[in-house]
């Protein structure tokens, strides 16, 4: 009998058979993470019972086919990988009773990540096609839902497990786009990668047709990230938009003074992000304008419906009551705030503003915590005990509530594994970062603009993350997408600046 390689069919034995038969493992893996965003009950299910042996699967396929590749990104990320496994033994977690799923979502972040460099540059192509067709065509979908929703007073219910598309409050002064019953910040997430593969399909196709439905995608995932409101996203997509204008004139505007095109560059670039991110502030501020208008006749013609849809799945939403206004004495407020009952807003000012909602006190947390504990540096601590040091410090000196994490995606690192992780992604991104800035500033003869425009939505999730801790490990699909798309990028850089030589066309 033969050996178990030799038994093997030939066609499954090349190397394009086991790129496919890897990539297919992977975005299996991310349609889980679609599929949970409307069954979130039973997505968790399937995972449990397919999810977890297919991505130790691949993971074991990784180290066997392709290990240590020349990818110096790649090796910096397996490092990280191992250090983690390490300093939770470091800590006492021997058994991971603690952190298995921190160490395990790490993993499959790998996976998403690898991806893109390991597939052939055919392989890469075809994978941001379908990923652009299922993920970006996913939110699409969603968020014209969310807006008919938003002007018509409307909702949609996703039955049995609970997934609305609706127009809520949550404690906000503006009632806000609730998209798959999704925390906002997050779902601008979704949908502002989504804009990021549309552009991309956009900047790439050359059938005119094709590109005016892929720029109409894109302002309908505009609007949408407008009614989500997210500061962050709104920066992101805003500076996106100037990278974007910027991209243009570098490749189209030619003139005698290098100064003055320099100067014409960025004024005209900062307009673009001026004019962005007012865009998205008006669409919010007059949604309710134009459902004003709308809702009433839409509300009409749905009374003098014969057959009017179940009120469990689709129906006129209810007239939402203001969030109350909790008015404590102060020292029951602070009280509430350090057991962490309550979620207690501060009130917004210049000073929040000026520290970016609280964000750079968290950070400054991080100097405290080291002196506390020394140790921290090498080892980094428990994910259960993560942030307690920094919540003693936030609210001792600053008087402010519980916060969930450090709002940044690499102190979130540093403070669970220490420098060595930490230090690790630091380099993972900074390679990335310095590609991504040589790619962008190439001449139009060296690198396509479609590939040049790839750096823009890396751009805007590398800002995401840097006020957020969705990207190590990737929590949700925006943050597993990104990693995918940072993969493909390190692909595609490498055909087009191969080491033995010059720049190569696409």
């Given at each position: ?5 030799g ?25 889980f ?128 497990e ?10 906000n ?8 019953s ?17 552009g ?5 196709t ?169 140790a921290?540096?090498l ?12 919540n ?19 102190l ?30 190439s001449r ?10 790839l ?52």
């Open positions: 009998m033969n050996s178990f390689p038994a093997l069919p030939q066609r499954l034995r090349s190397d394009a058979a086991r790129q496919w038969l890897y990539a297919a493992g992977v975005f299996a893996l991310l349609c993470a679609l599929l949970s965003l409307i069954a979130p009950l039973r997505a968790a299910d399937l995972f449990d019972a397919y999810g977890i042996v297919l991505s130790a699967v691949l993971f074991g396929v990784f180290l066997a086919r392709w290990g240590l590749t020349s990818e110096a990104c790649v090796r910096l990320y397996l490092f990280y990988l191992l250090w983690l496994l390490v300093s939770r033994w470091l800590n006492g977690d021997v058994y991971l009773f603690i952190d298995r799923e921190q160490v395990y979502l790490n993993m499959l972040s790998f996976l998403f990540f690898s991806l893109g460099v390991v597939l052939s540059p055919e392989g890469r192509r075809r994978l941001l096609n379908v990923l652009t067709a299922v993920y970006a065509g996913f939110f699409v979908l969603f968020s014209l839902l969310g807006l008919f929703v938003a002007v018509t007073n409307t909702y949609i219910h996703v039955p049995p609970n997934v609305w598309i609706t127009i809520r409050s949550s404690g002064p503006l009632p806000l786009l609730n998209l798959l999704s925390f906002r910040l997050v779902g601008a997430a979704r949908l502002f990668l989504s804009w990021g593969l549309l991309y399909q956009a900047a790439r050359r059938k005119t047709g094709l590109r005016i439905l892929l720029v109409l995608g894109m302002l309908v995932l505009h609007t949408a990230i407008a009614l989500c409101f997210s500061h962050t996203i709104w920066i992101a997509l805003s500076l996106c938009y100037g990278m974007f204008v910027l991209l243009l004139g570098l490749r189209r505007l030619r003139m005698r003074s290098a100064v003055l095109r320099a100067l014409l560059l960025a004024a005209v670039s900062i307009l673009a992000i001026l004019a962005s991110y007012k865009s998205l502030d008006f669409l919010l501020h007059h949604r309710e304008t134009l459902s004003a208008e709308l809702a009433p006749r839409f509300a009409q013609r749905y009374e003098a419906w014969e057959h009017k849809p179940d009120p469990e799945y689709f129906g006129i939403a209810a007239p939402e009551q203001p969030a109350p206004v909790l008015e404590l004495a102060r020292s029951t407020q602070e009280e509430l705030a350090q057991s962490g009952d309550i979620y207690l807003d501060p009130p917004r000012g210049y000073n929040q503003v000026l520290t970016l909602s609280w964000r750079t006190l968290i950070w400054e947390s991080v100097f405290y915590c080291a002196r506390k504990n020394p921290l540096l080892r980094g601590q428990s994910g259960k005990t993560l942030m307690d040091t920094t003693n410090y936030l609210f001792g000196v600053y008087r402010l509530p519980k916060q969930p994490n450090m709002h940044n995606s690499f979130q690192v540093l403070m669970l594994t220490g420098l060595p992780g930490f230090l690790a992604l630091v380099a993972w991104a900074l390679l990335i970062i310095v590609r991504m800035v040589r790619v962008f500033f139009a003869d060296a690198v396509p603009f479609s590939i040049a425009f750096t823009i939505p890396l751009t805007g999730m590398f800002i995401f993350s840097m006020m957020e801790s969705e990207l190590f490990p990737a929590y949700d699909s925006s943050t597993k997408v990104f990693l995918m798309l940072a993969g493909i990028f390190l692909g595609m850089y490498r055909e087009l600046f191969p080491k033995a030589g010059a720049p190569a066309s696409e």
